[in-house]
């Protein structure tokens, strides 16, 4: 079982879900970014979800895509998103890095899982990659023991629901709204019924994520899901601070809220 | 329309790829919308009633079949017999309004009430918003920032036809960024939307789809040239951006071995400063907005920023069965300079009396470097038919500019 697997066995062991925070690789720097990432580690996050900066990020709302900017502009590599994984996953948590696909397939598919796996990572969280075109992915990620986490949307057929399943391992990333990220006022209404469909075809754990921003949200989301994934709100506590440090402290306040959620879930 | 069926219709295959090209690499968020896209098209184009409908929009709407005009002033430059598929003479001046009539038929059969577009020089913005009001549909234009700048009078077209058009002012400003923000509209709207995207790449089915809506360019051209010359042309030649025009009069030529097919591409300041918009000469393979194709990236992935003269031409990516055409040979592609396509520009106006866009100028300043290779492979004067693909007004500020004429206050 990858490390990703037993943090989710002790979660349920311990009645609560797992908060998962997100935030692009290089942004503001490369050493700022592993700092924010320690830094949400030790305010409460569980799983460090590690975003590979691209150009076109179609998923991504403007928080975001600012950031991914801001991390591209400064030069940062794929290969440095790689040292970034080895650095958080020395802290001893999980850590799952998130790519849109060009620059894995630039990478060299093969070479990044081998790369990734010795870094540390745990597997891969793919938003614009739906299993009938990852061929390559699904022998690479077999090839050395990575998981693979595609998307399942509210609009998702049962048909593609329980296809799409069967390909992950690790978790299942559920899209809670159809939309971009960015938080939202209110969660969605869409993400437990769908949440409910997953739990019908698999055994994998469910993370939940587009729309969590506060210790509330995070808490009704963790009433039915088993991982609940936070990227705009935390981001946007670096990208809105006068300097590092405001922005640290900032990340650290949200990543203890959204903790103490996870650890009260609405049942 | 479309009667005639030809072995290059077996592409795309069940899952949208052309060879290694193709696909969806797109959210799971769109797939259903894409799904039920591709059944609606399917299901149309078997209708009649569709095809009928479509076929009388063409001809009392858009005006179509368009003319084909041998240019003889401009022949006697090039060293060739050409002759201009006028696309710039449909309703809205390109020949994007046969994609768009197609499409918003589409729509309405889908039971959708809103349309969003992407658009660089604007033509297929106009010609969105143009059949949008057309079908009493919401329409919503993505621009870049730069685009609405150097196309402020196509910007002005969209809002008297109703459209709201929204600068993107994320990434380059220009059309690949347009489209990334239709996208994000889409994955949010996607039940009452649809996306009508205005060229032969994205994912899958709208490659296919746009290239059934404009491949009637080609059929007339091919029975067009048979009347007037009683042979088929020795060329076919387009510029490609995207790639829906060239794709559109390509098509009905692929199965004719003897009729060469030219594809240019805009060459900006040349390929080898980096500063141009050539995806398959100056470009690799990869990913970009939902399609396998050849994209313009650096060693990480990253997309490129592209830059022509045209903005129309501005785009970093090309439609897939280009990439394909390419790839098994069937198709050339070459590079065409910014200053290429205002000189070729400058010839057409002074010899024919005709105004090409600037995407336009870029085909035949292709056609000029061509004929005479051709002329000595073939021992004679060769035929090429050029796909005018549209008129320059809109380009009339970015050309005046270019040629120092405009006078200031």
Request: glycine share 12%.
């Amino acid at each position: 079982m990858s490390r990703i697997g037993v943090a989710f066995d002790k979660a349920r062991a311990d009645g609560r879900a797992l908060l998962v925070g997100c935030m692009p690789a290089g942004f503001p720097t490369v050493e700022g970014s592993i700092a924010a990432m320690t830094a949400m580690v030790s305010a409460g996050v569980d799983v460090i979800e590690v975003e590979i900066p691209y150009s076109d990020p179609v998923m991504d709302g403007p928080v975001i895509q600012r950031a991914s900017d801001i991390a591209l502009a400064g030069g940062v590599r794929t290969r440095d998103t790689l040292r970034i994984v080895e650095a958080v996953a020395g802290t001893g948590v999980p850590v799952v890095t998130m790519t849109y696909w060009n620059p894995i397939e630039r990478y060299g598919v093969d070479a990044f899982a081998r790369d990734l796996a010795a870094a540390g990572g745990t597997g891969l969280i793919t938003p614009d990659l739906i299993p009938e075109e990852a061929g390559e992915w699904l022998a690479a990620s077999d090839a050395y023991g990575l998981d693979r986490t595609f998307l399942v949307a509210p609009s998702s057929t049962d048909e593609r629901l329980t296809m799409t399943v069967g390909h992950c391992r690790g978790f299942v990333y559920a899209t809670a709204i159809m939309g971009v990220t960015g938080a939202r006022s209110q969660t969605s209404q869409a993400a437990p019924l769908l949440v409910s469909r997953v739990r019908q075809v698999t055994d994998l754990p469910v993370g939940v994520g587009l729309g969590v921003g506060t210790g509330a949200q995070a808490a009704t989301v963790a009433g039915y899901a088993d991982a609940v994934i936070v990227g705009s709100a935390l981001i946007r506590c670096l990208v809105d601070a006068p300097d590092e440090a405001a922005g640290l402290a900032a990340l650290r306040t949200l990543s203890a809220e959204l903790a103490e959620g996870v650890r009260q879930p609405d049942r | 329309m479309n009667e005639r069926q030809r072995a290059s219709d077996e592409l795309p295959d069940a899952a949208g790829h052309f060879g290694p090209f193709g696909g969806r690499f797109v959210p799971e968020a769109l797939v259903a919308a894409l799904d039920e896209l591709e059944a609606a098209h399917r299901a149309a184009m078997a209708d009649e009633a569709f095809r009928a409908e479509l076929a009388d929009l063409l001809r009392d709407y858009a005006g179509t079949p368009s003319l084909l005009y041998e240019a003889r002033r401009f022949s006697a430059q090039v060293g060739a017999r050409v002759l201009l598929k006028r696309e710039d003479l449909n309703h809205t001046g390109a020949h994007k309004v046969r994609n768009v009539l197609g499409q918003a038929l589409l729509t309405r059969r889908m039971g959708k009430k809103r349309v969003i577009a992407e658009t660089g020089a604007g033509q297929h913005g106009v010609a969105a918003a143009t059949a949008a009001a057309l079908f009493d549909l919401d329409c919503v234009v993505y621009m870049g920032q730069v685009d609405t700048e150097r196309q402020a009078l196509n910007v002005a077209r969209m809002r008297m036809l109703g459209a709201r058009v929204v600068p993107v002012t994320t990434g380059s400003r220009t059309l690949k960024d347009a489209m990334n923000e239709a996208m994000r509209d889409w994955v949010a709207n996607v039940d009452e939307t649809h996306y009508l995207i205005g060229t032969a790449a994205g994912p899958h089915p709208f490659p296919a789809l746009v290239r059934d809506f404009v491949r009637g360019i080609g059929d007339e051209a091919r029975a067009q040239c048979l009347d007037l010359t009683g042979a088929l042309p020795d060329a076919v030649t387009a510029c490609v951006g995207g790639g829906s025009n060239a794709l559109g009069i390509f098509h009905a030529f692929v199965d004719d071995p003897q009729v060469r097919l030219y594809g240019f591409e805009a060459g900006g300041d040349g390929v080898a400063t980096g500063r141009h918009a050539a995806s398959i000469t100056g470009g690799s393979t990869g990913v970009l907005h939902g399609t396998r194709t050849y994209v313009l990236q650096d060693a990480d992935g990253q997309t490129q920023e592209s830059h022509s003269i045209s903005a129309g031409l501005d785009y970093p990516g090309v439609g897939p069965e280009h990439a394909w055409l390419h790839d098994s040979g069937r198709a050339s592609y070459q590079p065409v300079t910014d200053d290429e396509a205002m000189a070729a520009f400058e010839l057409l106006c002074r010899t024919e009396g005709i105004i090409p866009a600037i995407e336009s100028a870029h085909a035949l300043a292709g056609t000029l470097t061509v004929a005479g290779k051709l002329a000595a492979e073939l021992g004679r004067q060769p035929t090429i038919v050029v796909n005018l693909s549209g008129r320059g007004d809109k380009d009339v500020h970015t050309a005046g500019e270019y040629f120092g004429i405009l006078d200031r206050e």
